[in-house]
């Protein structure tokens, strides 16, 4: 099959900032980095990921057709993401790329950056971040004062829900693109990894997410407990400023109950591709790529009734409010394997039909292509 190019026949040049970089170590924009970039490369693009000297491996220079550029980053919490991204802004200064997409609505700094310097910038805003219970006053006044910055700055914003594109374009009266997070379709046996945590296929349920309050990881264990069944409940997950948090955790759950820690690559996908049921327990942000991830797996899906949730997942998932309603909901599922079969059928459907990476590639290439040069339709 044959992919557009620019009008002009030449390759695209694009730059990746603001994630961790790949291969993808961690979470959802690096995900997202790698699958895009990787697609776009094969198809004639030029394609550069800037990633933090603590995530890439040393050596790694090119991955899966993208080039690497690896810069040092400061291990906080609050200064990782921003200063990183200035750095990647300022060593891209000297070269030319026809877009730099930037990740996180934390790196409006470098955003501005380099649209004083004439470059074409596209930022990914993600969710609403001072919704998030990790960051403290200061935390959330920074995310806010960025969205407000960033709605009057001359970039291109993208959003993955519908639900955060609707509130910048409330709030601050700005327009949005909305580009969907993807996923590829997935029925994997096992590679070994079912069988190291002592699992069988269809044998557990899974809950995967950053072990951060937000994600209620407290509130999935606390529902368990009153699930009648010795199926176990699998947690895959961590998070690098948590500590604490992941202490209360362990010491709360009940011995169904396996902390996996985080698990990236064929073994993530072993293990959602043969889970019996997968919790989304989320409550803020935009769209979460383990819920996409889940969908394209053919889990049968118990979200959180939530607004992004509900978006993404349509009537492919079952939903709850509440520790009480999800034990409850977990209990049918287990209990009714017809249920569970229905809701795992529906869900790769809608997979298919709404998030596959291709499309999402396809509609990327092609904006990229009309912002570059806008007589191409």
């Not at 590639?361 to 292509?369: K, L, P, Q, S, V």
Request: proline letters at 5%; aromatic letters at 10%; charged letters at 25%.
């Amino acid at each position: 099959m044959s992919h557009p190019r620019a009008k002009d026949g030449r390759p695209l040049r694009v730059a990746i900032l603001g994630t961790r970089g790949v291969p993808a170590s961690y979470g959802g924009f690096e995900t997202f980095a790698e699958e895009l970039g990787s697609r776009l490369a094969v198809r004639g693009h030029q394609m550069t990921v800037y990633g933090r000297d603590r995530w890439v491996p040393k050596d790694c220079r090119e991955y899966r057709g993208m080039r690497i550029v690896r810069l040092p980053a400061p291990p906080s919490k609050y200064l990782e993401t921003v200063v990183h991204t200035l750095f990647s802004a300022f060593h891209l200064l000297p070269r030319h790329f026809d877009i730099v997409y930037i990740c996180n609505s934390a790196n409006v700094p470098a955003a501005a950056l380099l649209r004083l310097t004439g470059r074409r910038v596209v930022l990914n805003v993600d969710g609403l971040e001072w919704q998030r219970a990790k960051w403290g006053p200061l935390g959330r006044a920074y995310y806010r004062a960025c969205a407000w910055l960033a709605a009057r700055l001359p970039v291109e914003i993208v959003t993955d829900a519908h639900v955060i594109g609707e509130h910048y374009r409330r709030a601050y009266g700005r327009a949005t693109s909305y580009f969907p997070y993807g996923t590829d379709l997935i029925d994997l046996g096992d590679d070994g990894t079912l069988r190291r945590l002592g699992l069988d296929r269809r044998g557990y349920v899974l809950y995967v997410s950053r072990l951060e309050p937000e994600n209620n990881a407290h509130v999935v264990i606390d529902a368990y407990r009153d699930v009648r069944t010795d199926v176990p409940l699998l947690i895959v997950g961590d998070a690098p400023y948590a500590a604490a948090y992941i202490e209360r955790l362990k010491g709360t759950a009940d011995r169904r109950v396996i902390f996996a820690g985080a698990i990236y690559g064929r073994g993530y996908h072993v293990l959602r591709s043969n889970a019996l049921a997968y919790v989304q327990a989320t409550e803020v942000g935009g769209t979460h790529p383990a819920l996409v991830e889940a969908m394209g797996a053919g889990n049968a899906i118990v979200a959180n009734d939530v607004p992004e949730h509900r978006e993404v997942l349509g009537d492919a998932g079952t939903y709850y409010r509440g520790a009480a309603e999800l034990a409850a909901v977990l209990q049918r599922i287990l209990d009714e394997p017809e249920t569970a079969a229905d809701l795992r059928t529906r869900a790769r459907a809608r997979a298919r039909q709404e998030y596959s990476w291709d499309a999402v590639t396809d509609a990327y290439e092609g904006w990229f292509r009309r912002l570059v040069l806008p007589s191409v339709r």
